[in-house]
């Protein structure tokens, strides 16, 4: 007994260890994407001088950030402005410990999962509010303010989806909710919901267009304004794996985690059928950022409380409804 | 009713947007890598101005006439001459321009009775100070005689 | 052609209508001008506002006897810009218009700070393009550089 | 939509300076905005900071000696302001123009106004937030920069107009560029249309945004496509028919509310409009000489005054011109058109959001240099 407990928290640490590693680079790698997708779609080439393909451009820049200099501004609230980008970064990060790759890649395959994700994720709020606050700016605290708002007004339809997809498999586990769909992804039992989902993950990450709360050409760069070095390159790395957290979830939420299409899954192990997906789902948030104007700030509630809780809600009753009669 | 319909057009345009910038995603890119490739100048390509070499004498054919340093704009050329026999003529020993100042508005090409001024075609202007901006227009033409 | 003629129609019978030029050739890019006396030049656009005439532009200059300020005004039809001259003395004020036309609130703003000529009445009389504590009226033919100080008939003589 | 929220309430405002540096004010203008949560209470531009006396350098350069001068004060249209002092000074000392230079002249202008109104389609789209379309406009910006680089030698600031003329003449490479580019351009609206002009959240953040009333746009002298957008054919080269204006076939777009929206569209036509300009021009192009001769370089205008109003990118630009009879102008004053566009503001952003006064500052098509002179 006391053996098996070991071996479990080796798993967790050993995990967590991989998780950050696997964190950081996959950042790197999303920001490398970010900058090529965006290039290609521009007619130009992106990064293409540091290493092959360019790829060893962000891990220069973040060299570079590394070795600036923190600049804490003389009015700001020190102590929360210094532990305001830790505070976004280490949540994110839990994330990973639930994320089913592959049937025997979970590092902890906990029967609240769904739940400890959203959970945390709620906390990058309390993370923007604190950084823009404590900034002391008026651009930061706009745009901190509009976070919140966002941020709450997105996680409500977000959830009620995943309430819907929940109640079909009647289980938080991840590996159960991708278990049960071997032969057919949710997305096209609830195509609805994956919709929604995705356009409020969408909002959720501040990624365009829904990225009011840093939008540049208004405030300047938003909550974090006045960060500089590292504590600007957390906020970054926080965004990148955020992206990547969402995308996994709807991967295995929505399109089959580990499966193949339709129960084909072509000798290929599951854990690059999850990536795939991963990125494919990443690579399609990118090109609507670099396809779309930003929409306005009450529009942006209004689309959500007005349309998107509705229609979510809706849909949660249908699934309830036709689940009961089945 | 109108209001689905426009959420439905609206949903509609926007995915028409995303075809339009996955079209651009697979052709080749329009930008010129610079220190690799370079594009090629136009013919009528201002650079500073510098002396016409002429082929009957090897040389240029400034008679320090001061038009040029007269008509331009911002006063950054600065001509001198001497004449070689006491009554003959003029012959530009010094031209300086401070190009940093220059605007390129080629007043002083046109304005050249002997037409020995020309534009450059040099844009790749490096310097560490302002007085690198500074070009002797005489050394110039001693450097690049063959 | 039709509203500037009723612009000087009216104006016709006002006092200083003898001082207009006509120019039916539009040769200086105006129909016709006129010389207002600065006291009476809030009556006039008062009339040009009715008339939904629009301020177009205003410059002033600078002569060793006089400021004048030209009042370049307009409506949109073809060849209807029309000028009002105003002249005023280099220490008098001239009455401000920016409370009729909306745009001689900045337009002012910008002949006070390069000619220093004071506008009565005008509640913001801060530089516009220059710094906030400059001093100076640089378009004054006494700043700076100056290629000439003429007398007002030297030229419209 | 921003009438739905709470009124606006005069205690607990906070003042927000945008600008001098902030990437959507298009040069160096400084807005001070007095704000309620994210509503606007009292609008204060603070211009000035790219001053550079250009009327002060015009008292003191001979009348060709300006002409450098004239395209770095709106530095999108150089060609037009460039050609519409040039036009000013032929004017007032009365010089011939060969039918050539005009033909080449109203060619080289109209292109520079679509670079101009395809770069602030661009950078108004970056305003909204979207990015890639401003660099498809800069693609086919770029195809109109070489084409007049090839012909004057500069990209930007041309100085390319001479009094008499034009500085070089037009070859038959630069017929077929400009030929192929207008091809090229056409082909390109329908991905403009797809990606922007259709796009709902572009409508969304345009329409109903910034209004101007015509009544407004009167009071503070706004002209150019602003002023059409709110229903006013009024376009100086239709007005006062300069160049070959007159001989050419073209619309004048007009809008009906004096919305964002309607100031997108009536720049988006006149693009178009312009194309077709510079097809007949083209068509029409006669032979001949290219510069008049005649021209003395320290030319003496006949003493008085003129105005001379032209249609510049932005709108109705005039150059006031007082000449002693020496060969330096007694005074030289520039009407720019940014500058009433710029002060309506004050109204246009009363009560709007943040988000909307960006977007009706895009829409407006400022640039802060013409304004600072």
Redesign the interface.
Known sequence: MGNEVGSEWIRLIVGAVIALAFASLNALFLVWLERKVAGHIQLRPGPKEVGPFGLLQTIADALKLVGKELITPSAADKKLFVIAPVLIFMPVLVGFLVLPFAPELIIRDMNLGVLLIFAFSTFSVLAILAGGWSSNNKYALLGAIRSVAQNVAYEIPLLLTVMSVVLMVNSLRFSEIVQAQGHIWFIFLQPVAGLIYLISATAETNRAPFDIPEAESELVAGFHTEYSGMRFGLFFLAEYTNMFIVSAVATSLFFGGWHGPFGFDMKIPGIVWFMLKTYFLIFVIMWVRWTFPRIRFDQLMNFSWKFMIPVSLANLLVTAVVLKFI | MSYWKEVINGGWSLVEGMRVTFRRLYRPVVTVQYPRQKVELSPAYRGHIEFVKFKETGTHKCVACGQCQRMCPSNLIKVQGIKERAKGRKVGTQYFIDFTRCSLCGLCVEVCPTKTLKFSREYELEGVSRWDGVIDLMARLGETRP | MGKVNDVLQRFRGMPEGGTIVKDDA?????AFSMQVPAERLREVAAVLNEM??????M?A??FQDTFEI?Y?F?C??????F?LRVLCGHDEAVPTVSDI???A???EREVHE?FGIRFADNPDLR?????EDTDEH??RKTF?????Y?RRE???G | MAEQFLEPVVENVYTLNLGPQHPSTHGVLRVVLDLDGEFIVRTDPVIGYGHRGHEKMGENRLYKQFMPNTSRMDYLSGMLYNHGYVLAVEKLAGIEVPERAKYIRVICSELNRISSHLLWFGTYVMDLGGFTPFLYAFDDREQILDILDRVSGSRLTYSYCRFGGVCQDLDSVFIDMTRAFLKRLRSRWSDYENLVTKNIIFIHRTRDVGVISLEQARQFGVTGPNLRACGVAFDMRRAEPYEVYDRLDFEIPVGTKGDALDRYYVRMIEMEQSCRIIEQALDQLPGGAFLNPKVPDRLRPPKGDLYFGFESARGQTGYYIVSDGSTMPYRLHVRVPSFGNLHVLVEAFQGTLLADAISTMGSVDLVIPEIDR
């Not at chain 3, 530089?127 to 710094?131: F, K, T, V």
């Open positions: 539009y040769k200086a890019g105006i939904e005439c629009y301020l177009e532009s410059a200059l600078d030209v370049h307009n949109f039809e073809p060849r209807s810009r000028a036309f909306k745009t609130m900045w337009q390069f530089p516009l393009l220059l710094p640089p378009l700076g550089k100056v290629n000439a003429r030297e030229i419209y």
